[in-house]
């Protein structure tokens, strides 16, 4: 998860539309009349219209700062957007402390870097990450992220696609494919967009989606291990994710941001499966497996296998909207991703995944002991836990109200996610074990 800026400025405290500030002239915004200085000619672009109320994660951030007006002197557990807290290995930072003192020498300085990424850079992920797998560094595109290449995925394919998503999965998946035109209208009774397959991804089905009842569609997205669920597919789940796709003539858009938490024999990349290549597009990160959440650093494979219906190898176009649309990712960002990918880097980097995983662990166990029933943190950092009968809203207000502690309500990751709450693991090992506390003496 990303955390974006502070909107709650231009927020007002009932609503999640914009409110102007200058008051002079009025125009009709859908349904609407607000008053503003000035009104272009420029109609408002119709995709924008249609997505629901504000991004996830500053609806609670602004739920956040008015609890922090109201209780001034709180201590607040912020257990929610899923932010990074602990230090970077030191050999990490040293990388890039002697990376930018090399910018202060006629030696050392260097301006722009590949678009794709620095070679050395995209060899190490190519043969460190996907040992064994075949995956070539002419394949590996270095970014600022993974949400942002998700972004970039939209722009490469293109509008008026039928996209799947799991339910619940990241936000990002459904508001990106309604901004580029992907989406239909938006039914408030079923909570849904029109034109998107949401596949059911709970314990009823053991968080992996019914194929057999799925429509055919041009792209699926699909997380593993699950943001929020935490689940991670099984090799069999994949296998059949795959064939799926070959049949209907799909692509994945598979991210697996969270696999270096993996702890079982689950896949830790979608190209572990036979046919992949064909099939797949992986976006994966350094935010969460080494702490550069605001360092900034993802990348992206397109194998050379991957073909447009036309035979056009899809790479070819990757290449393009990444060498238009962006500079490259940081040169700092990058040495110190290339010191992460040293097999000194990989032994520190693994033990910040260890902790969190710890607080994991603590969470679980706390929560269970209430006779809750609870899922994830095994294979992910987040912990989904289920309330029968509740509105997810509703008990991210009550927690908050009375353990000043940060949640994110399931309902938030769709539909499916209503009647959950996902709770992070990523913070300091103090807080984690202090709002195990709290929650037991509010849920007891």
């Not at 209780?71 to 402390?97: H, K």
């Not at 050395?120 to 942002?148: M, N, T, W």
């Not at 494919?177 to 938006?186: L, P």
Request: hydrophobic share 35%.
């Amino acid at each position: 998860m990303y955390k974006t800026s502070n909107l709650s400025s231009v927020f007002s405290p009932n609503s999640l539309q914009p409110r102007m500030l200058v008051n002079r002239f009025s125009c009709t915004l859908k349904n609407q009349t607000v008053k503003i200085g000035h009104c272009t000619k420029v109609p408002r672009n119709v995709n924008m219209e249609k997505l629901q109320h504000g991004y996830l994660f500053p609806e609670i951030e602004r739920h956040e700062l008015l609890h922090l007006k109201k209780y001034p002197n709180a201590n607040v557990i912020d257990l929610g957007i899923g932010d990074t807290t602990e230090p970077l290995p030191t050999l990490v930072t040293s990388s890039m402390v002697d990376f930018v003192r090399g910018l202060s020498t006629a030696e050392g300085y260097k301006g722009y870097g590949p678009e794709q990424g620095e070679k050395a850079l995209r060899k190490a992920i190519a043969h460190r990450v996907y040992k064994d797998l075949g995956i070539k560094p002419s394949e590996v595109f270095v970014s600022d992220g993974a949400q942002c290449d998700i972004s970039r995925l939209q722009l490469l394919m293109g509008p008026n696609l039928k996209i799947a998503v799991q339910d619940p999965s990241f936000p990002a998946y459904i508001d990106s494919s309604v901004i580029i035109g992907h989406a239909g209208k938006f039914v408030d009774r079923i909570g849904k967009y029109e034109n998107i397959e949401y596949m059911t991804c709970g314990p009823q089905t053991d968080f992996f989606p019914d194929l057999h009842r799925t429509s055919r569609t041009q792209l699926i997205f699909f997380c593993s291990p699950n943001n929020p669920t935490g689940h991670a597919a099984t090799r069999k789940q994949l296998q059949q994710l795959v064939d799926f796709a070959k049949v209907n003539g799909s692509i994945i858009i598979y991210d697996s941001a969270y696999s270096a938490y993996i702890t079982d024999d689950s896949p830790k990349s979608i190209f572990e499966i036979p046919g992949a290549k064909e099939v797949a597009i992986e976006v994966s990160s350094f935010s969460k497996f080494a702490g550069f959440t605001g360092v900034r650093l993802g990348w992206t494979v397109v194998p050379e296998e991957l073909l447009y219906s036309n035979g056009f190898p899809v790479l070819h176009d990757f290449n393009r909207i990444v060498c238009t649309c962006f500079n490259g990712a940081s040169n700092i960002s990058q040495a110190g991703g290339l010191a992460c990918l040293s097999p000194e880097g990989l032994k520190a980097v693994k033990s910040l995944i260890d902790y969190y995983m710890e607080n994991a662990r603590i969470l679980v166990n706390a929560l269970t002991s209430l006779g809750l029933t609870v899922y994830g943190g095994k294979n992910a950092p987040y912990v989904w836990v289920r309330f029968p009968g509740l509105k997810s809203w509703d008990v991210f207000d009550e927690i908050l109200e009375n353990t000043h502690i940060i949640t994110v309500p399931g309902s938030g990751f769709g539909p499916g996610g209503e009647g959950y709450i996902r709770i992070s693991a990523f913070g300091q090992r103090e807080s984690v074990i202090e709002a195990s506390e709290r929650l037991k003496y509010l849920l007891y």
